[in-house]
């Protein structure tokens, strides 16, 4: 937070002050100028009062927790095409999408031996189940992958914990996706491991993970940072732990799922197209209010913005809720093979799945051309509290088309310790996030969409 | 916190610095001087290592919860038993106590319409189970008992959800306690309460309640903060939610459990007592570290350290870890009950139960001619960054005792905000305890132990 607040007054420093925007002088160089009242309009709206956060408590109440394949998210699908047709956007359509369907069931991991004691779990989205009746074994415990080869022995017909702590989720991430393999490549019987995410109240993070082309699959789990802590002491005093870990995890069939998309159509070049999105399916506990309600809500004010302020930009601007980002990405995808056509009209591509959480900012991922543009958008976020525009644009959603079509991207990117705190557990629910935190990320979405959309010359590649 | 540091630093000011106690000029009154040798030794060896935190993480790791007539509480108890003779305390003993056996059994609360919900919820310890296949009802959300009366006509075949915010626990806890009561006499069929607490991460609070003579006993549990406001914004916005409760709850017949005591035996008056004691079992979820394992160690550590130490004041110092203070205080009654001949002979009576949390202080409840003596042994804690002792002693297991025989009495306090954020849920783990904090408990109950047994006269009624 340092770090960022030094940048924010370095910026005000160079370019204005953080006055409100109505009177504060004009920031970044004149070719903004066409653009700053429809600015000015947009970020005033959008922070005017809480509308955002209201329909984000009610997408999350509504429908709460919206795996794919479940009824929830289909009937949330239907109420956001219904919402976004009610709001006058354009070619409101939702685009069928074949998704997997894995059911949690009943689960439980518990230390039966020293005396009895159930630990905060869940199933990793795509692990196999445990027989019935469950597998009990002695645990083994590991720091990382090298201490496990270096224990590889020790593995065999054991449950092993991959006792990591958290630093990044990049860094960590590993040992949930892969774990399972690596451990089941020693013979052990079942994996655990810690909850990737800063520990919270004993809440374990779901999250996915595969098995790869691996012949052998091992059921596989996230117990919380406390669990995880106490197998790790309890075998430094050199006790033996038996777990019996109970999953009833499977895949069903493949049901029918779809992408919704409304547009703002552009007034001079309607086929080429700003997209804006986040994915609306969610792991199965918790309302996914973060992780990605919010992006959707956020990305999806934008357009509403400028539909209520009779804003049309040069270009056409397209919001997508892809469906099956956490357990698939058959959203992402199928927007890409059903548009690869027109992919390189793509101007550039925004997602929003990493929460809203102050203090935010946006990064690019783009040729240095482009980017010259995105910085000068970027300074008429100054008067929201915005840093410059950072490194790190992108989104799995919007990969495969950005991909296809060279496409510049970018993300908005909330706190990333608060929202790793709750993301894929069953505290990701809208109580957390501040009214004020999701109309700026409507206010500094609108904003960026709004003039690389009606910019005179397209966004260099 | 702002408060407690302007004392200290006003405590500071007046009495002496905060460097260490083995430098530091000598505070308060001449009297002490005779003791502070041994205050400075046994201050200096509680906070030599994290011993104390060490054994508070054996205990909970090997029996964790520890409700009464489990099979948990009763093996820990022979631990503790063992441990202290280990430890070479005087009279080491358990003392038999007939404690209930309350067994939550499964338990589950789901919004059933609109969609599928299932909401974070602890059924309260005591109450009677639901029909098997659960209660269906709609809910009425209320904002207070007089919310109830108002709203008293919508209340027949409903389940009554008390949406209390938490302000302190005083404040909130009759809701827990007395809300499904208040909401059967208006013919509601089941009852929840707001988790009576500050929010966690979706964690609900369990907590004791009593039915009274009510003849009519409905069930009841806590649901998550976070819950409990999407009731109340569904219930805003008109929407009828409907509710499915499901819990298995009862009691089973009396288990034998026991206190257990150990003493230091005073050298020239053994049969004055100063009793320091927590209570030892907890809720059947988390580890109960806070609620109430470390006052258990943390007073434990005060004859632990005098033991070691070679230190026997003048006077009886006895170490009472009492059963079923959770629920039915059976524990502190039989204690009344066994020692009521000698209840006068109790000199000063010390609980710690509310954790250890930073900032802590100590609370004094008797009359001023004590306190006159109990404020100036609080003076040797302020090296240790206390606050000067303040109002407020006693404690549950303590109390019979202390009210037969017009016993003083004292309370250890932890930040109250913290402990109450994670007391009676699954987070309370010994994690998220420093070990300072367990040090400085037992150096702060040792040094107003020791001198309080030591000192020449009596500590008057």
Known sequence: MLRTSLCVL???VAYGSLVPSSAQPATGPAWLSPHR??????????????????RLAELTDTYGARISGSENLERAIRWAQATMTKDGLANVRAEKVMVPRWVRGQESAVIVDPPEHPMAMLGLGGSVATPPGGIEADVLVV????DLDARAAQAKGRIVLFNV????????VPYRSGGATAAARHGAVASLVRAVGPMGHRTPHT?????????VRIPTAAISVEDANRLQRLSDRGVRVRVRLAMEAHFEADVESANVFGEIVGREFPKEVVLVGCHFDSWDIGAGASDDAVGCIATWEALRLMKALGIQPRRTVRLGLFTNEENGLRGGTAYRDAYMASAADHVLALESDSGVFAPASLGFTGSDAARRYINDIGMLLMPLGFPPVGPGGGGADIGPIAQAGRVPMMAYNGDATRYFTIHHTPADTVDRIAPQDVAKAAAAIATMTYVVADMPDRLPK
Do not use: C, H, I
Not at 165 to 172: A, C, H, R, S
């Open 143 to 146: 720091k990382d992958f090298k």
């Open 37 to 54: 009242d429809n600015v000015s309009r947009l970020q005033a709206a959008a922070q005017a009062d809480d509308f955002a956060w209201q």
């Open 207 to 215: 999250g996915g993970m595969n098995y790869g082309d691996a012949t």
């Open 10 to 12: 370095a910026a005000v």
């Open 165 to 172: 702590p958290y630093t990044t989720y990049g860094e960590t």
